[in-house]
């Protein structure tokens, strides 16, 4: 029989050693290139560009006064700290208890009756983005006929995360590109006219890519028609402390909802606020009507969590604990990141200053009004084609323009060729 069987293969592998090859080649070949992506493109297209002018006002991404990458002092220290003390073990599938427990009362508050009473059923993510997937999926698999209603304009991955966690897309109104302000008639229409139970995507504070968030006062009114509806309202917050300088105050969106008696679900992130962009490391958080339902919920997060990447890393967890867990440390951590949101509203005035000086004919007040990282410029698609290709300058072809990128340095220049390609406009 063995023998049998070995001459078969011989047999095959004679009569056609080119068939196996052959085959094996077909395996891609319908497989076409992806688009690039639309933010983290442009980072390639800046590092790949050898002009010593160029500026990256591309990516979300805080850089100081010198145009470089910072590490927090309070991360430095925090890392001293743990040099030495920390083991290389799995995380539990939910992650960090006690980096989970800080981060809970960023949003939801420091004395949160919510938190005592064990109701908000949260879990480590990866960072802002994996909070959002974890979180996606959840809705696909408990609420299968769900969709999500999304801003225009939103942050681009969102759509990616919720059409990869096959939820339907909607949107709602947001930005007006006359005013560079929000659409507050349009958005409170689109929330009525949304089938009552919806589920909504909203940014807490420093919304991207516009930089335009409602008041507080707003914030009250879209809470007030969410409860009439009975919506659903998920908050994505990637910027906490970089509207205001003030994380707390960053949170107020969210207060009002819990004020109100919403049953929120909350991504959150550190990526900017403690600059641990690449450690990955957020968090996921759903609001449930008691402890029983959070415990569910959050095994049924760890769950999806499982099969996707098991259990999320360590060492950003504990960087994160440690700074929150000590006095010093987190007022530390709040001073610095005021320093990055004053720096970033610093270059707000200097670039209108600079365009004013210039003697634009159109107006550039929404730079200044607007708040966060971004500001969403009203440049068109060929006139930053036109600052990359002329002046080196890489951003979004939306005209977003990440204002961590502007430097003291920088901001005569940007501000020069913004001048030139809108000249004629
Ligand atoms: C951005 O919007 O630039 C950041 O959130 C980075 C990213 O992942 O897109």
């Known amino acids: 029989m063995a023998s049998k069987t070995a001459a078969i293969c011989r047999g095959i592998s004679r009569r056609s050693s080119g068939f196996g090859v052959r085959s094996m080649s077909s395996w891609w070949r319908n497989v076409e290139p992806a688009p690039k992506d639309p933010i983290l493109g442009v980072t390639e297209a800046f590092l790949a560009d050898p002009s010593p002018n160029k500026v990256n006002v591309g990516v979300g991404a805080y850089r100081d006064d010198n145009g470089k990458p910072v590490v927090l002092e309070c991360v430095r220290e925090a890392e001293r700290r743990i040099i030495g003390n920390q083991n290389m073990e799995y995380l539990p599938m939910g992650g960090s208890v006690k980096m989970v427990e800080e981060t809970l009362k960023l949003a939801y508050g420091e004395n949160s009756d919510l938190i005592k009473e064990k109701r908000i059923a949260a879990v480590q993510a990866l960072s802002g983005t994996g909070a959002c997937r974890l979180f996606a999926d959840f809705q ?24 990869d966690a096959q939820v339907p897309q909607r949107t709602f109104h947001y930005y007006h590109p006359v005013s560079k302000g929000l659409d507050f008639a349009s958005l409170m229409d689109d929330i009525k006219n949304a089938p009552n139970g919806s589920f909504f995507l909203l940014h807490a504070c420093a919304h991207n890519p516009t930089g335009v968030d409602p008041t507080e006062e707003q914030w009250r009114e879209i809470s007030y028609q969410f409860k009439v509806k009975d919506h659903f309202a998920f908050f994505d917050m990637a910027y906490q402390g970089f509207a205001s300088g003030d994380p707390e105050r960053d949170a107020k969106s969210i207060r009002i909802f819990l004020e109100d008696g919403h049953l929120i679900g909350c991504a959150q992130s550190y990526a900017k606020n403690m600059g641990l962009y690449g450690q990955r490391v957020g968090c996921l958080s759903v609001l449930c009507e008691d402890e029983k339902q ?13 099969p996707m990447y098991s259990n999320p890393p360590s060492h950003g967890a504990l960087i994160i604990s440690t700074i929150l867990s000590d006095p010093d440390l987190k007022n530390l951590w709040l001073k610095e990141v005021k320093v990055m949101a004053d720096r970033i509203i610093g270059m707000r005035t200097a670039l209108q200053e600079n365009l004013e000086r210039l003697g634009s004919s159109l107006s550039w007040e929404h730079i200044t009004n607007q708040i966060g990282m971004f500001c969403y410029s009203g440049l068109t698609p060929e006139q930053v084609d036109r600052l990359t290709n002329e002046f080196h300058i890489y951003l979004t072809r939306n005209g977003r323009i990440s204002m961590a990128g502007v430097t003291t340095g920088n901001v005569g220049y940007l501000a020069n060729a913004i001048h030139e390609v809108t000249k004629s406009a």
């Open 294 to 306: 959070a415990v569910a919920v959050k095994s049924q997060l760890q769950q999806i969590a499982r």
């Open 140 to 163: 696909k698999r408990f609420r299968p006929d769900s969709q999500i209603y999304i801003p225009v304009p939103t942050w681009a991955n969102h759509h990616n995360i919720w059409r």
